[in-house]
């Protein structure tokens, strides 16, 4: 060749590493090294980027920029911090980054997308934050990735806040933004606001434009209208993904349309050519099972040629818990145990279904198993942000300022919907006690205290936004739902599930979720 050999690999291994042959990259690295050849500051951040795409450890690499005496560079030095944030090894990539003796908006972008890629949500928004006190004007890629911690993190007020520093830096015209800002928008409960951005939006030829809104919609209890953004998308041209029709089958879960998911579910491939994975079969199991058609949920899992996940046996699990079928819930959750045999949620799930039908003797057992093998289920919990301060709640959480208080709300409004006719379904109590005991704890649960910590804290006329980290049991559904007419309020509740808005008696999900 006519030119250098040093300059002719850095050519090559750059190449294939943005056509995505990073083994190749790599190769030719070892090659060029081999020949005695010296890595510089152009041929290590494409060497990194492979390596970290290819979940390779960074370390050898890092050693060798070292020795090259390549550590100040600033553009290796960024390929650095954004390998290790690929890598999931945040305290590596905050090490190098506070090391660096110059940052720009590369290096902080590449730190942001790091942990919010890894769903370090409330990590990724301190960097955010860290960046604009800093002086350095974020780029679209900055942007994007705080507004889906912003989602991550259900920071609604925040996310307002990063949209208008978008608008202010014109940064809100770029395609990734505006996908964001959909997301953010539908995964905070602002449905409207996704909406009005979606419908701003100059192109929208990107399937995941139109995915953010469809699944936005069916997540919001609006399933009807998802399939009809769907149909408007085949319209424009704008093909759907695999991720979309994640997205329409939940739809069709959440609003009971089995006909429609069924037809859904058929197009994949023979319209479309897309073959369904595990997350669509889980779809389909849900759907199926929440209409009650458990047996014809089994035959398609029997007749499945994709390698099923746990997920699949979970969804089916549940529809077991809801339908009250022990045999085949205990099947489903023997096919958990076989593909993750530390996941607690057959434990939980098989718990609460012995308990609604009064097996305590069998609630005893399952709990028994799930401490002998040292296995332990998520803590439930509920949170509400009020003037900028997120406050948490766990079950008969007394570890809040404002307790007494709180507590003198949960009384009172237990007491006031109570005289609306709200009797409550002690068979949603996971405890073997008395109806008076199990009455009560069902008034403690997180989401109950926290929808009392709102209405004391929450002015009227805003609405009041909880989110659970789990499903929102069917009694703290009803109760709450009564609470919202008593108080006259609207409260939006989003669980593990799904969001629902209450409000006048009624809840956006039409008790159906």
């Known amino acids: 060749m006519v030119v250098p050999p040093g300059v002719a690999y850095n050519a090559a291994i750059s190449r294939c590493s943005r056509a995505g042959l990073h083994p190749r990259a790599l190769a030719l690295l070892h090659e060029m090294r081999a020949r005695g050849l010296h890595a510089d500051e152009y041929t290590l951040p494409s060497a990194l980027n492979s390596a970290a795409l290819l979940r390779l450890p960074a370390d050898a690499l890092h ?18 911090v954004d390998a290790y944030a690929k890598l999931s090894r ?30 370090s949500h409330d990590s990724a928004l301190q960097v955010f934050r860290d960046m604009v006190a800093a002086g350095v004007g974020p780029d679209e890629f900055a942007v994007a990735a705080a507004l889906s911690s912003c989602a991550g993190a259900t920071a609604l007020e925040l996310g307002r806040s990063v949209h208008a520093a978008a608008v202010r830096l014109a940064l809100d015209p770029f395609l990734s933004v505006g996908n964001s800002l959909v997301s953010m928008y539908a995964k905070t409960g602002s449905l409207g606001e996704a909406k009005m951005v979606f419908d701003a939006m100059r192109v929208r030829c990107d399937p995941i434009t139109w995915t953010a809104l469809i699944v936005g919609y069916a997540q919001n209890g609006r399933g009807r209208e998802s399939l009809e953004i769907y149909g408007e998308m085949v319209r424009s041209g704008c093909r759907p993904d695999y991720i979309t029709f994640i997205g329409l089958l939940f739809a069709c879960s959440h609003a009971g ?7 859904h579910f058929r197009s994949m491939q023979a319209d479309h050519g897309i073959a369904p994975g595990p997350d669509h079969y889980a779809c389909m199991v849900d759907l199926l099972g929440r ?49 993750d045999p530390t996941d607690a949620v057959p434990y939980v799930m098989l718990s609460n279904l012995y308990s609604r039908a009064g097996r305590w003797g069998d609630v005893a057992r399952v709990r028994t198993s ?58 949603w109590a996971l405890q073997d006690e008395g109806p008076e005991g199990r009455e ?22 805003a609405p009041i936004r909880v989110f659970k980290n789990l499903r929102v049991c069917g009694d703290c559904h009803a109760a709450i739902k009564m609470v919202a007419q008593a108080y006259g309020r609207e409260i939006v509740l989003r669980d593990a599930n799904c969001f629902h808005h209450m409000k006048d008696g009624a809840c956006s999900c039409g008790d159906y979720w």
């Open 370 to 427: 799930m401490k002998a093998r040292g296995i332990t289920k998520e803590p439930g919990c509920s949170w509400v942000v009020a003037n900028g301060v997120t406050h948490l709640f766990y079950v008969e959480d007394r570890g809040h300022p404002r307790a007494a208080e709180i507590y003198r709300k949960a009384e009172e409004m237990t007491e006031r919907i109570r005289g609306q006719g709200y009797v409550a379904d002690t068979a």
């Open 257 to 263: 349309l089995v006909d429609a998911g069924r037809a």
């Open 440 to 461: 009560k704890g069902l008034a403690h649960h997180s989401e109950r205290l926290a929808v009392a910590f709102g209405l004391l804290a929450v002015p009227a006329g």
């Open 90 to 119: 945040h305290g590596a990539a905050r090490a190098v980054f506070d090391e660096m003796p110059r940052r720009d908006v590369v290096s902080w972008t590449s730190l942001l997308t790091g942990l919010a890629r890894s769903r």
């Open 291 to 339: 209409a009650g058609r458990l047996d014809e949920a089994m035959d398609l899992l029997n007749r499945s040629t994709t390698r099923l996940d746990a997920t699949v046996w979970k969804a089916l699990l549940a529809a077991c818990r809801t339908h009250r079928n022990a045999e085949l819930a205990e099947h489903a959750a023997g096919m958990v145990w076989r593909l």
């Open 63 to 80: 050693s060798l920029l070292l020795r090259a005496g390549l550590a100040a560079h600033l553009h290796v030095a960024n390929a650095l």
